[in-house]
């Protein structure tokens, strides 16, 4: 607890008093949300119960491969030059035996004129494209190939950037080609992916279409999930909703709790979750062959949830995912996705390094060439020095 202080202690006494009676006055605004979310989630019980179902515990070893990236939480700010650095790896395992590992390093730079928004949107799926590249690499050599993040995620960042202007013909082709490889890993037939930090709405949003002041519109499935899968169970969207994608569900339960009313409100979700493919001119057919589950393997870590093609059926899929080795009891994620992301992970401090490094090397060859130092310096000053990180 002491540890969990040290940032506490540092401000001023008057200032740490103010603090603490906040945190009373929040734990108990939450402690009584928390005892009626309780109370909402037990009426829920019955209605999703039909639709949780067992992992099976199974004896198949296949190799599997999950592949990852981590880029600059934050991009370094020079006067000459706006820099990100990003790294991709892909781990194969069979059960926990580890096969082999591959990693990539990129680095990301735009001229600090430029707008932060299009470096930071572009900066996005770059890394998407790199992963994707890497993934392709990896499926033949796999069984199950796993990737961090939905298939299509990218998809709607780069139509905010063109919805915004900042939308050019480099953005253009990486987009294509991130794309023209998403589509080859879903064709596959044996990739998934793993939606870490879910939105997820659908249960809210299915709730919506009866009773749209449902409290469910605002709370995450996952969170409702938590409090109702047993371990080694899942969820499946396919038989609770059908056909229609989970993510016109949770886009339903925003609409719902916004209060919208100007017309019908499934066309109204479905016209804007495929807005982004019309504004970007792309075919959508292979995000609609996408379906989700939620899948628990211990109760010690909520549900996770997975994306994955009609294409596998969901028997198939159970068994892959009932492996006994598959996924880590202290997280609920494949084990393998838990590897890669801790090898390709990038400390916040490391941009800046890797800018002081690359510094350090012009610095050599402007000594060696007789060039002023100064000069290089003036190019690498920070913008802005009080925001160091």
């Not at 996408?290 to 109760?299: E, N, V």
Request: some cysteine.
């Amino acid at each position: 607890m002491a540890e969990e202080l040290i940032e506490w202690v540092k401000l001023p006494q008057d200032l740490q008093h103010r603090f603490f009676e906040l945190a009373q006055g929040e734990s108990e605004k939450l402690w009584e949300a928390i005892q009626k979310m309780i109370s909402d989630f037990k009426k829920l019980e019955g209605i999703l119960k039909p639709y949780i179902g067992k992992l099976p515990i199974t004896d198949e070893n296949v190799t599997v491969a999950a592949v990852d990236s981590s880029r600059s939480p934050m991009l370094s700010e020079r006067l000459g030059v706006r820099y990100g650095v990003f790294a991709s790896g892909t781990v194969f395992l069979k059960g926990v035996e580890k096969r082999n590992e591959t990693f990539r390093a990129g680095v990301f730079k735009r001229k600090q004129a430029l707008s932060p928004d299009r470096s930071r949107f572009f900066f996005n799926l770059l890394t998407t494209y790199a992963e994707r590249k890497m993934a392709l690499e990896a499926l033949d050599r796999c069984d199950l190939l796993i990737l961090d993040g939905s298939f299509y995620g990218f998809i709607y960042g780069a139509a905010l950037m063109k919805r915004s202007g900042l939308y050019g013909e480099h953005e253009n082709r990486v987009l294509r080609e991130t794309l023209e490889a998403t589509e080859k890993l879903r064709k596959s037939g044996k990739t998934i992916s793993i939606i870490k930090r879910s939105h997820t709405r659908a249960i809210g949003g299915y709730l919506a279409l009866k009773d749209r002041s449902n409290p469910f519109t605002t709370t995450i499935d996952k969170l409702i999930l938590s409090a109702l899968m047993p371990e080694r169970s899942y969820f499946s969207y396919r038989k609770f909703i059908g056909e229609k994608l989970v993510q016109i569900y949770t886009r339903l339960a925003h609409l719902a709790s916004i209060g919208w009313s100007e017309g019908d409100l499934m066309n109204e979700a479905e016209n804007r979750v495929f807005a982004p493919f019309e504004i970007l001119e792309i075919e959508k057919e292979g995000f609609k062959q996408m379906r989700r589950l939620q899948a628990r393997f211990c109760r010690a870590a909520p549900p996770c949830e997975i994306e994955y093609p009609s294409s596998i059926s969901e028997t198939r899929l159970s068994e892959l995912l009932g492996q006994k080795e598959f996924f880590n009891e202290a997280t609920n994620l494949p084990i393998a996705l838990d590897l890669v992301d801790n090898l390709v992970g990038l400390p916040l401090k490391f941009t800046e390094e890797f800018v002081s490094e690359v510094e350090g090397r012009i610095l050599e060859a402007a000594v060696k060439n007789q060039q002023s130092r100064e000069t290089v310096k003036t190019f690498f000053t920070l913008l802005n020095p009080q925001k160091r990180y």
